[in-house]
């Protein structure tokens, strides 16, 4: 039987016959686990039973967000939850990269994850090369070299909700002989499956759309054990470390401790091992709850979302609207083969005026609410150029489009007629009043 995602986003991953005949998934508030036996501790530490050990490395809370997160994604094998979105990130770029070669992405992804290449990956071993124009296939084809291990691109990115070609960035990574990591927050697995297209690790920031609420931090990487790490470029994992040893002493591999999940099984055993960033049972368990109303939630604020670039459209404050939905957009084909079900609740449009005039338009709105977050249940506003993507250099923020007067909607649940007058109000203030 093969439930439609609606009901998976509900039950899959958990029967509460396993835990007491719970209804609603158990926060497991425990550090460890006892090992009973000597028999039961060797399956334990020897890799040879999943269950859980001690909470840095699995939980049972945490593995129903994994196992429901597996059935959301048509295709996939395994994933991790972790303690932030960009955990999530590098974790994964870590394990691609594994202390040499180059990362190939776009200055248009979350700008946490931008610096990191230049703050974080450069101190272990790892380089990077930005696309000169991601909107341009061969773009990415040009910018791979030798050592390039790794393409990671955003589904739909932040502020401008561009859209790039994944099918086809899939396919030249491919050619390449390697893989096709997406970032797939903002669509959520509601709007997109990038496994559909040929991604081969999909990450998220779980802060955001998928738990949906404003008040969790949580990240996930999730894989479907299609591409071949054994093509000569990975040896990270046919590499047996001492510690994967079998009961018998006899040395293995990761992929042969996980042969149905060596991305997120080498993940496991040593970031988040190592690095620590574990997910807390309590974040997870947020997480399965915000997910339980996921399509109903990211339905209406996507049509929210449509009702509020046809209204900045027709006013005069506004000096352009940034959203597959806008007229004109460059991204319609794309949004129509990626997003049939609408390209998501994060748009971005250009207001008249000042510095001053800014202030006074964000100070102005009472419904939306000024914060650096996105994916909320609530709608969310900021100016990106002095906030979110303040740590990108006036270079960087110019390959991401992000200019002075750009002002950043999150569209949430609220009535799409006060959300209207919300704005209209605020433009009052800011153009009209002293
Ligand atoms: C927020 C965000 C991140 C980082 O996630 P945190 O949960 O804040 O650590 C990564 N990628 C995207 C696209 C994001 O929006």
């Not at 926060?27 to 039961?40: D, F, P, S, W």
């Not at 997910?291 to 027709?314: D, G, M, P, W, Y």
């Not at 000042?354 to 900021?382: M, P, Y």
């Not at 489009?401 to 002002?407: A, G, K, N, R, V």
Request: hydrophobic share 40%.
């Amino acid at each position: 039987m093969s439930y439609s995602f609606d009901t998976l986003k509900l039950h899959a991953g958990y029967d509460p016959k396993d835990h007491n005949h719970a209804v609603s998934v158990p926060i497991y508030q425990t550090t460890a686990y006892t090992l009973e036996t000597v028999k039961r501790s060797d399956d334990l530490f020897y890799f040879d039973s999943s269950d859980a050990l001690y909470t840095r490395l699995s939980n049972p809370t945490s593995d129903a967000l994994e196992a429901r997160l597996i059935a959301l994604h048509k295709g996939a094998t395994g994933a991790v939850s972790l303690a932030s979105g960009m955990a999530a990130v590098t974790y994964a770029l870590l394990n691609v990269t594994a202390g040499s070669g180059r990362i190939l992405a776009t200055a248009r992804s979350y700008g946490g994850s931008v610096d990191s290449l230049e703050q974080v990956f450069s101190e272990f071993g790892v380089k990077y090369d930005l696309v000169e124009d991601p909107d341009d296939v061969s773009s990415f084809e040009k910018s791979i070299r030798e050592d390039t291990k790794v393409i990671f691109i955003e589904s739909i990115s932040n502020p401008n909700a561009t859209i790039l070609d994944i099918e086809e960035i899939a396919r030249v990574a491919h050619k390449h002989n390697i893989p096709l990591i997406v970032d797939n927050t903002i669509a959520t697995p509601y709007l997109l499956n990038p496994f559909d297209f040929g991604a081969d690790v999909v990450v998220y920031s779980a802060t955001k759309g998928l738990s949906g609420h404003g008040n969790v931090v949580a990240g996930a990487i999730v894989e479907n054990n299609k591409f071949d790490w054994n093509n000569g470029k990975f040896p990270q994992f046919s590499g047996k470390p001492y510690f994967l040893r079998s009961q018998q002493q006899k040395l293995r591999s990761y992929q042969e401790v996980f042969p149905e999940t060596p991305f997120t099984g080498r993940i496991r055993s040593i970031y988040l091992n190592y690095l620590g960033a574990c997910i807390a049972p309590f974040s997870a368990y947020l997480v399965i709850l915000g997910i339980e109303t996921l399509s109903e939630r990211i339905a209406k604020q996507v049509s929210n979302a449509e009702k509020i670039v046809e209204f900045l459209e027709t006013r005069p404050e506004v000096l352009w609207v940034k959203h597959p939905h806008a007229k004109g957009s460059r991204y319609a084909a794309l949004a129509k083969k990626y997003f049939p079900k609408g390209a998501g609740a994060i748009l971005s449009f250009g207001l008249k005026g000042d510095a001053n005039t800014r202030r006074k338009f964000l100070e102005a709105v009472k419904v939306f609410s000024l914060q650096a977050n996105i994916g909320d249940a609530k709608s969310l506003i900021i100016n990106p150029s002095v906030t979110t993507h303040i740590e990108l250099n006036p270079k960087l923020q110019k390959a991401a489009d992000i200019l002075p007067e750009t002002i950043r909607l999150s569209v949430g649940l609220e009535d799409a007629n006060d959300l209207i007058e919300d704005l209209k109000q605020s433009f009052d203030v800011a153009f009209h009043e002293k």
